[in-house]
C-alpha cells in the first residue's frame, strides 16, 4: 500500500499537470504527455533541490510553475534556427523548458555557479535530454565551440551587455533573444551601433499579472 507521502506526490504531479495543460492551452501550445511529464519532473526535480541549493528565490511549485515554465514557454513561438545558447541559465530557465518543448532543436546551458551545473548534469541525465548540454564557464571565456543561432538570456544582463559579451558566439544572422519585464528606454538606446530591435513584444503570461517582455535583437 502506498505511503502518505508518495500518495501526496502523486497527487500534486496531477494537480500540476493540469495547471501545465490549461496554461499552455492560453499560450495555444500543446504537448505530449511525456514532454509533459519530463516539465513538471523538472519543476519536481528544481523544488526539491532548491532547498539545499536555494537555486530560485520562488519556493512554491505553483508559482514556479506561472513564473518558470509557462514564462519560458512563452517564446517559443518567436526562436528561429537550430542551436541556442542560454547565458546565465541559473536553474536552466529559460533553456531547460524550450528543450523539452523543442526537441528537435539544440540547447547549450551556460552558467559559472557549480552547484547549478551539477543540477542540470541531473536534470539532463534524469530526463534524458540528449538535445542539451551544460557548460560551466564564464561567457567571456567560452571559445571553440560551433557558434549559436540564438542567444537566449532571462534577466541574466542589461542588453547591451548581452550583446557585446556574446557576439562572439553568434552565427552571421543569427539573433539575441532577451526575456525581460519591464522596459527601459535608456536600456535600449544603450545597445551597441552595429545592433537593433527587430521585435519587442509583449507576453501575456497566464496567472501572472506583471510585465513580461521579449526583445530580439539583429545585427544591422
Keep these: ?40 519532473t523538472y ?12 537555486l530560485t528565490a520562488i519556493k512554491d511549485p505553483e508559482a514556479m510553475l506561472i513564473r518558470h515554465l ?19 541559465t541559473g536553474a536552466g530557465l529559460p533553456g531547460v523548458p524550450l528543450a523539452i518543448a523543442n526537441r ?10 557549480g552547484k547549478k551545473i551539477r543540477f542540470l548534469f541531473q536534470v539532463r541525465t534524469q530526463l534524458g535530454l540528449i538535445n542539451v548540454q551544460e557548460r560551466q564557464q564564464r561567457v567571456e571565456n567560452l571559445a571553440n565551440v560551433e557558434k549559436y543561432d540564438g542567444i537566449l538570456s532571462r534577466a541574466f544582463a542589461s542588453l547591451a551587455d548581452m550583446v557585446t559579451g556574446t557576439q562572439h558566439l553568434l552565427t552571421p544572422g543569427g539573433r539575441f533573444y532577451a ?21 519587442l513584444t509583449e507576453l501575456t503570461i497566464p496567472g501572472l499579472n506583471e510585465q513580461r517582455h521579449l526583445i530580439i535583437i539583429e545585427q544591422r
Design 1 to 40: 500500500m502506498p505511503d502518505q507521502e508518495t500518495v501526496s506526490n502523486t497527487q500534486l504531479t496531477k494537480h500540476l499537470s493540469a495547471q501545465l495543460i490549461d496554461g499552455l492551452s492560453v499560450l495555444d501550445q500543446a504537448y505530449s504527455e511525456h514532454q509533459i511529464e519530463q516539465l513538471i
Design 179 to 199: 526575456l525581460k519585464g519591464k522596459i527601459s528606454d535608456t536600456e535600449l538606446k544603450a545597445l551597441p551601433r552595429d545592433y537593433g530591435i527587430e521585435l
Design 43 to 54: 519543476l519536481l526535480l528544481l523544488h526539491r533541490w532548491s532547498r539545499a541549493y536555494n
Design 104 to 113: 528537435d532543436r539544440n540547447f547549450d546551458l551556460l552558467d559559472s555557479n
Design 70 to 88: 509557462l514564462d519560458s514557454l512563452a517564446v517559443t513561438s518567436y526562436l528561429q534556427g537550430n542551436r541556442f545558447l542560454d547565458v546565465g
